[in-house]
């Protein structure tokens, strides 16, 4: 008896132990859930996965068994198999009864479990089939509602797909069955069926051409979708000769499908084929051979007169798919009258226009502020605060953990004591210091702030260079920072994690994380909490996998001084008839949804913000506690939310001809644009603050300037707004198509012809330094453009980049000078209304002074002739980067002198 046990044991424990792994993960994951509040979402997403995976599994079990039992009950006079050449297998009856029926059901099951695991990961399309819902816009076809492409229709290709292969499988075992048992004889002169096993056949035959009308059913609304090189959509041809065709097929191919089954059962040959044959023959005439026709002889010649009604749909449906039907077009009468004056009311503007690119400022704030080698500055991020009392433009980056560059790698370091990173780096994006370095509002470990921005809680658990998972309160005391007297510690007071309180879940996660430390390890308590799906991206995708989630998360600092991550989220389909679709294949894009992750404790939050978005609502339906209303986000992160720089950019480059809402103006691409490029790479969208033209303030928006195809002016300009209400608003502000407006290149032209700069430019890289071009940014400024880029200088590829210079051009004129405010001057002059922008900019570089505003004219002379002594004194030197310098402050001294 006791034997007997043990044996049931093992074979329990055979039989689990494939499952162990699914097991233990599906367990951490319900903890996983629980922890951050979405237990109704795992357990709807498993229900969903359940049903499908039970009803795929059971229902081709079922349609298996009952076909091979039937099979299985036959008795024919010969079983066997009668091989070419005149060897005979034969297999004596009942042991064909005793092999064929078991091994039926095994295939069978093993079959069921292959459809039910297919099945449940479809649960996503069941889902959305039960919840759908109307979108209130039809096609202009066939009539049929959007949702009906976007819920119904996906669920049904899967069913057709489902039932095809469920025939199919059963036809192949079923004739299987029949050969073994002599159903079906195989001979020299022939096969030969018996009526019983013809008859079966015969009928899932029938079945077979049921699935195949239905699949025919279902290509005919696969029209909207495919290409039809001018269009996207059902075209002139599709609708007047292939749909029809698939209509008349998807009719004939079932009655086809009866005559072949009635001829096969009776055996009659001629019966079964000839119909077949005749379908086959009418779909490849009607949807291969003459469409093509159709589109030579009648369609090409006429196209624009034949195409305008379908061209009108695709217009339609691709503006509704990207959101481009919101973009209002307002016409921007530009000109080139700005003065001190205007610069001056447009101080804010001006003191927000980013001066520090990305790429050289995370470089800049890698060896200034990393403190430690194992600590890193994965990314910056733009956004907007209120900075002492004014609203400011700042660059943030967020100081996490690496555990790559730990000094000494081993399990208690890496999961127990370097747990989280430190703090941020946070500064305005226009301020230079005299060495050409940023300023900064927070810098250092601990926290310092030199501005009214507090960090409170600087502590970094979850961000995005986090590690799998670490275990907190513990014996160990965690590291926090590193100070000259020693390292401080801390210890976790957050809510985030898993509680490790009993011996059952070491277990569970010793198994998970492949590690037995975790089960034997004397520092974990039963007070400790083990934090995992600590990277955002990963988490929030855990919780909410159907959503596509931006690749560049941004950091903020509420107003009690904790760090949260705010994550853009879009929802997406490739079912919207007439759209285009982009890379990747989808043709329904919205940004609609703004996740939060505490970086703490991992808080999760997701805040609709676009409630319109029909995908959203159906999904709010699916998982009622999931989406909270962007009203329900706390006011202090709801300042910070903006619009996403990878939508922009997605309609952007839809916008550039989905503009144009005229079908004839489209078909022959008059008024074409295209997002402009310096190098190979196109403009990327940039935030910005300024003063839109006809609104009372500045405001944070993002901002990216088109030109005309294949041309280097400019066009328009796109933005899209970020606070308040008027968030998600975009406008594209149009030029006059009868003048010259300088574009982006043709400025980077003018630039590298201007004597003075390239000449500076030379004589830096002669010297062995890296020049950086940063971006170029058009700021709009009243009703006129100013270009500025600046200018970043490295002692070679790893040194630390300084912002030496900032190039401004407006109209004509090209200047580069130290700081921006010192390029202003120089274009603007310094009368009355001058702009002063006391916080953009901090004190030049240190060396010679230049000419001051009201110098006499002899007092300029006399400074004049000391700057040219020091230029030759220079020269004769070999020093020709301070020769150039002090060139350039000669020319300074002569125009003031000129202008006097």
């Not at 069926?193 to 195949?212: N, T, Y």
């Not at 989808?586 to 609609?592: E, V």
């Not at 041309?711 to 975009?730: F, I, M, P, Q, S």
């Amino acid at each position: 008896m006791l034997k007997q046990k043990s044996m049931l044991v093992l074979l329990a424990l055979l039989f689990l132990l494939p499952f162990a792994g699914y097991l233990l993960n599906f367990y951490s994951d319900w903890l996983f859930f629980n922890e951050t509040g979405y237990a109704s979402v795992f357990i709807t997403t498993m229900y969903a996965q359940s049903i499908a995976g039970l009803l795929f599994g059971l229902l081709l079990f079922a349609f298996l068994q009952l076909n091979l039992r039937y099979a299985n009950r036959g008795e024919f006079p010969a079983p066997g198999v009668h091989i070419v050449g005149g060897r005979d297998l034969r297999f004596n009856g009942r042991t064909l009864g005793q092999v064929l029926r078991p091994l039926g059901v095994l295939v069978s099951l093993v079959l069921a479990f292959l459809g039910g695991t297919w099945g449940s990961y479809r649960w996503e399309k069941l889902l959305l089939f039960v919840n759908r819902s109307d979108v209130g816009m039809a096609d202009p076809v066939l009539g049929k509602d959007v949702g009906f492409y976007l819920f119904t229709l996906p669920f049904l290709e899967l069913l057709q797909l489902f039932c095809g292969f469920m025939v199919l499988a059963a036809l192949i075992l079923t004739a299987a069955v029949y050969v073994v048992k002599g159903g079906i004889l195989l001979r020299d002169s022939g096969a030969g069926i018996d009526p019983m096993a013809r008859r079966h056949l015969a009928v899932l035959i029938g079945c077979f051409s049921l699935v195949v009308a239905g699949g025919l059913y279902l290509e005919s609304f696969r029209l909207f979708f495919a290409n039809n090189g001018i269009l996207t959509g059902a075209g002139y041809v599709d609708v007047h000769a292939r749909l029809p065709m698939y209509r008349i097929v998807t009719f004939l191919t079932p009655v086809a499908g009866v005559l072949l089954a009635a001829g096969i059962w009776k055996g009659n040959w001629r019966l079964a084929l000839i119909p077949a044959l005749v379908v086959a023959a009418l779909y490849l005439a009607g949807v291969r051979v003459y469409p093509g026709l159709l589109q030579k002889f009648k369609v090409a010649p006429n196209e624009l007169t034949l195409e305008t009604p379908y061209l009108e749909n695709h217009l339609k449906f691709t503006r509704y798919g990207y959101d481009l039907d919101k973009i209002e077009t307002i016409p921007f009468d530009v000109d080139a009258k700005l003065t001190a004056a205007d610069i001056a009311n447009n101080e804010a503007t001006m003191k927000n226009i980013r001066l520090w690119d990305h790429a050289p400022l995370l470089k800049t704030y890698s060896q200034l502020q990393q403190i430690r080698t194992y600590y890193k500055f994965f990314d910056v991020d733009n956004d907007r605060y209120m900075v002492n009392g004014s609203y400011a433009q700042v660059m943030l980056s967020p100081r996490e953990l690496s555990y790559s560059d730990l000094p000494s790698k081993n399990w208690i370091n890496e999961r127990l004591i370097f747990t989280h990173g430190n703090g941020i780096t946070f500064g305005p994006v226009s301020r230079i210091s005299k060495e050409g370095l940023p300023e900064f509002f927070v810098k250092d470990i601990p926290a310092v702030s030199l501005a009214d921005i507090k960090v409170t809680r600087p502590e970094i658990y979850y961000g995005e260079l986090s590690n799998d998972y670490v275990v907190v309160k513990t014996k160990v005391p965690e590291f926090s920072y590193p100070t000259a007297a020693g390292n401080v510690n801390t210890t976790y007071a957050g809510k985030g994690g898993v509680p490790l309180d009993s011996l059952l879940r070491k277990a569970l996660f010793a198994g998970r994380f492949k590690t037995e430390k975790i089960l034997l390890s004397s520092d974990i308590t039963p007070q400790s909490r083990i934090l995992y799906n600590r990277n955002i991206r990963e988490r929030v995708s855990a919780i909410a996998p159907f959503l596509s989630f931006d690749s560049d998360p941004y950091l903020v600092v509420d107003e009690q001084g904790k760090l949260k991550w705010i994550i853009d989220a879009y929802t997406f389909s490739d079912r919207l008839p007439y759209s285009r679709p982009i890379k990747g294949g989808g043709n329904y894009l919205r940004n609609s949804v703004k996740a939060v992750v505490d970086a703490y404790d991992g808080t999760v939050a997701y805040y609709v913000s676009d409630p319109g978005d029909v995908m959203v609502k159906v999904y709010s339906r699916v998982f009622p506690g999931l989406f909270q209303p962007i009203d329900a986000m706390p006011a202090d992160l709801r300042k910070h939310v903006r619009y996403s720089h990878q939508f922009l950019q997605v309609q952007a480059a839809l916008y550039a001809a989905y503009h144009m809402t005229d079908p004839k103006v489209f078909y022959n691409k008059e008024n074409l644009w295209q997002v402009p490029a310096l190098g190979e790479k196109p403009m990327e969208p940039y935030y910005t603050i300024m003063k839109l033209p006809g609104e009372k303030s500045e405001e944070y928006i993002l901002l990216l300037p088109f030109t005309p195809s294949n041309r280097d002016n400019l066009a328009a300009w796109l933005t899209a707004r970020c606070d308040g209400e008027n968030y998600g608003k975009v406008r594209a502000y149009t030029f006059p198509r009868d003048r010259l407006i300088y574009g982006p290149k043709q400025i980077d032209a003018r630039i590298n012809q201007d004597s003075f700069i390239s000449q500076q430019l030379t004589l830096w890289s002669q010297r062995g330094s890296e020049v950086i071009r940063g971006s170029l940014l058009v700021i709009p400024i009243e009703k006129s453009l100013l270009y500025v880029q600046p200018l970043f200088l490295a002692a070679d590829k790893a040194g630390l980049p300084e912002l030496k210079r900032v190039i401004v051009a407006f109209g004509d004129q090209v200047v580069m000078e130290e700081n921006l405010e010192m390029a202003l001057q120089r274009l603007f002059g310094t009368g009355k209304g001058a702009p002063t922008l006391p916080a953009a900019s901090s004190s030049a570089p240190s060396g010679a002074p230049g000419p001051a505003a009201g110098t006499p004219a002899g007092g300029l002379a006399k400074e004049a002739m000391a700057i040219y002594e020091r230029a030759m004194n220079l020269q004769r030197q070999g020093d020709w980067a301070g020769y150039g310098e002090q060139l350039r402050k000669l020319e300074q001294v002569l125009r003031r002198m000129a202008a006097q």
